[in-house]
């Protein structure tokens, strides 16, 4: 039983970085912009939010927890945004190609990641592994009183407040897309972007608002991985893959938040299953390891075959917009 | 057209060019080398405080320097090469293989294992030949299965593909349990580093001298088939419009399996070039974001394969010669990987002023 429990709660906190990757990636592509650079951001976000809280706490002899994460939330973000806004112009303004540039950002986004990660002990003048204590207890605080209640306290409340965060944004961004009139535009430019146009909506702001801000939605799946999940410090391509399950994940969710929610928790399980499952080799637990990926490449095939119309990716997802050129 | 004369914020106007002078269009993606070379110094002189003369000294010494350096930029060029050159089929039938890391890895573990059980049982060339031959047989396979899912069921090629890497990724790890060497240290380590078998040999006393023969006549070989062959046209074809194709009595199906094991397969092959002619080794890094970059490289020299050439010994000069200032500072190696990011933006920013013209909109009100 507790061993169950133990699993579940695992899963949940594996699969909150993957979860806020898949949110804003969702929002990225209902404007018809396939960002493969996620992963790149996700890595600059995580490591622009860690970096900040190090120097704010190097400046001041006594970090407060609670200003250290405005700093460090604040800086994820912008710097996450900062990855989107070079995707959009290059994509949207100077209409290059979409795949091509995402992977130029994500090779950038994961070196800067690990170039900043591994050098700023250096940079900042040789003080060992950096390590962000006072504001990653802000990050790991858990509710107080409801996180005592056994099992169900253990279950679903005894985690960082981004956990949370993570499920009521996928709710919301669900709620803006399908009832909004914004999202109605929104989803109509990932449709038919000319149709949209001939209807008065400001394409080009739309796709920027749109991957703009999926990209500094997602940037907190890696500053969670570091504050709450890694406790405030760093470890070279400790990240991982989590970005391009991310990727994953928004097929899996069929393009719908609410679905990424539970999704993510099906990833974060299967990711660290191999650790649960009795009577693995060495070598079957890295057999294990392939599950995540199995299974999305299974959703893959039984989607495209079942071919449903509701089910499939934005119309004009992956296809630049000039309005010259129809 | 209607909108844009009611659209009162446009002061920028862009046209699509009908046609660039050759001239001019080397001269745009020379500017944009110069901006991206001026921003990446600036970012390293920010890093090290050392003069940007200085810095540049640095990675040309880092790339080409030393005689072993500069055969290590041309060994690391020749990989970023065949990559780009064996997904050049794929992309001219606007097939997304973004695959070409797991395909390596394959390829890279079917060759550590051939050197590992048969590295005693024959002699060396025919070692090499049957490397080649099985290398690229995995590739394939890696290329076939997202190949035949998109012919019969359109399965997003993207994602399929990008999800194999990681399962290749797996199947080394599982390979790295039964191959480890020594005992205990997750890692193959060199493989048959006293006998050599499996081994590239020298050639007129240059180790890497094979690499670069396989690599340009694959590169040769791949040119000729796309340009003068009955199945590259196909492939142009498919890649234009899967209608006009099927109209034309093509195939399409077995166009898109086709050019998929062959891009695989390639793609394997570099697999091997780097397992037995350069690293000696197998790990989950054997592919190390390449498959990622000749991508890019690929689709930026419009598959041109001197254009590709000319883009890969590019972006592995500053890459090495980022790396050789990176630990000169004592500072990560990842480094090489933000520049080759800068200039890859620079350099797919710069396309849009080869197909458009940017006009300053003045006062007058008579446009169109």
């Known amino acids: 039983m507790s061993l169950l429990l133990t699993f579940l709660q695992n899963a949940i906190s594996q699969g909150v970085s993957i979860l806020f990757g898949a949110s804003g990636e969702i929002v990225t592509e209902k404007s018809g912009n396939l960002n493969l650079g996620i992963p790149g951001i996700m890595y600059m976000g995580g490591i622009s939010g860690l970096m900040a809280a190090f120097f704010y706490e190097k400046s001041t002899g006594h970090p407060n927890a609670f200003i250290g994460l405005l700093i460090s939330l604040l800086v994820t973000m912008l710097a996450s945004a900062f990855g989107g806004l070079i995707y959009s112009v290059l994509t949207i303004t100077l209409r290059a190609n979409q795949n091509v540039v995402g992977l130029a950002l994500t090779t950038f986004g994961v070196g800067f990641g690990n170039f900043f990660g591994g050098s700023i002990s250096k940079l900042a003048g040789g003080v060992g592994q950096i390590s962000v204590k006072t504001t990653a207890s802000a990050y790991r605080a858990k509710i107080p009183g409801l996180s005592g209640i056994p099992v169900i306290g253990d279950l679903l409340f005894s985690y960082g407040f981004l956990t949370y965060f993570s499920v009521i944004l996928a709710v919301l961004l669900a709620f803006f897309l399908k009832k909004t009139r914004k999202g109605l535009n929104l989803r109509a430019i990932g449709e038919d972007p000319g149709a949209a146009d001939a209807a008065g909506i400001n394409v080009s702001r739309y796709k920027y608002t749109a991957t703009i801000s999926g990209a500094a939605i997602a940037g907190l799946g890696g500053l969670y991985f570091v504050m709450e999940y890694l406790g405030g410090t760093w470890n070279n391509n400790g990240f991982g893959d989590r970005g391009w399950l991310a990727i994953a994940l928004v097929i899996l969710a069929l393009w719908k938040p609410v679905n990424a929610i539970w999704g993510s928790f099906l990833f974060g399980g299967l990711y660290i299953l191999y650790i649960y499952l009795p009577g693995l080799t060495r070598a079957t637990q890295e057999l294990c390891k392939m599950l995540p990926y199995v299974v999305t490449i299974i959703v893959l095939i039984l989607s495209s075959k079942r071919n449903k119309h509701e089910n499939q990716p934005p119309a004009s997802l992956g296809e630049a917009y000039f309005r010259e050129e129809r | 057209m209607s909108k844009e004369a009611a659209n009162k914020e446009v002061f920028l106007r862009m046209t699509k060019r009908d046609s660039i002078s050759k001239r001019k269009a080397w001269a745009i993606r020379g500017i944009a080398v110069v901006l991206s070379l001026i921003l990446c110094a600036l970012i390293i002189v920010a890093l090290t405080n050392d003069n940007p003369f200085q810095v540049y000294l640095g990675i040309i010494d880092g790339a080409v320097g030393r005689k072993r350096r500069f055969w290590v930029t041309v060994r690391e060029t020749m990989v970023l090469l065949i990559i780009a050159v064996g997904l050049t089929p794929a992309f001219k039938m606007r097939f997304w293989n973004i695959g070409a890391e797991g395909q390596i890895l394959m390829g890279g573990t079917a060759t550590a294992a051939m050197m590992i059980y048969f590295g005693n049982a024959m002699p060396n060339w025919l070692l090499l030949l049957v490397i080649f031959i099985v ?87 791949v040119y000729l088939y796309m340009k003068h062959s009955k199945q590259g046209y196909e492939i142009a074809v498919v890649g234009e419009s899967q209608n006009t194709a099927k109209y034309a009595g093509i195939n399409v199906k077995k166009v898109i399996i086709r050019t998929m094991m062959i891009s695989g397969g390639i793609c394997g092959l570099a697999g091997s070039i780097i ?91 008579e446009v169109q």
């Not at chain 2, 990008?162 to 349990?177: K, R, S």
């Not at chain 2, 598959?303 to 050439?309: E, G, Y």
């Not at chain 2, 200039?343 to 909109?361: D, M, P, S």
Request: charged share 10%.
């Open chain 2, 275 to 365: 397992v037995s002619g350069a690293s000696h080794t197998i790990s989950t890094s054997t592919a190390g974001g390449r498959g990622f970059t000749a991508i890019i490289v690929a689709w930026m020299s419009k598959f041109n394969p001197v254009a590709m050439l000319l883009v890969s010994a590019f972006l592995v000069f500053m890459q090495q010669g980022s790396i050789q200032i990176a630990s000169q500072y004592g500072l990560n190696e990842n480094a090489s990987d933000i520049i080759t990011g800068i200039l890859l933006f620079f350099l797919i920013g710069c396309e849009f002023f080869i197909n458009y013209k940017v006009e300053f909109r003045k006062s007058k009100k």
């Open chain 2, 135 to 221: 290398s690229s047989l995995a590739g394939m396979l890696w290329g076939l299965l997202p190949a035949v899912f998109k012919a019969y069921y359109n399965t997003n090629e993207t994602l399929f593909t990008l999800m194999l890497n990681y399962v290749a990724m797996q199947i080394v790890t599982f390979c790295i349990v039964f191959w480890e060497n020594p005992a205990g240290s997750n890692t193959v380590g060199i493989i048959n580093g006293a006998t050599r078998k499996g081994w590239f040999r020298n050639i007129f006393g240059q180790q890497y001298v094979l690499n670069v023969i396989i690599v340009l006549i694959m590169t040769l070989a």
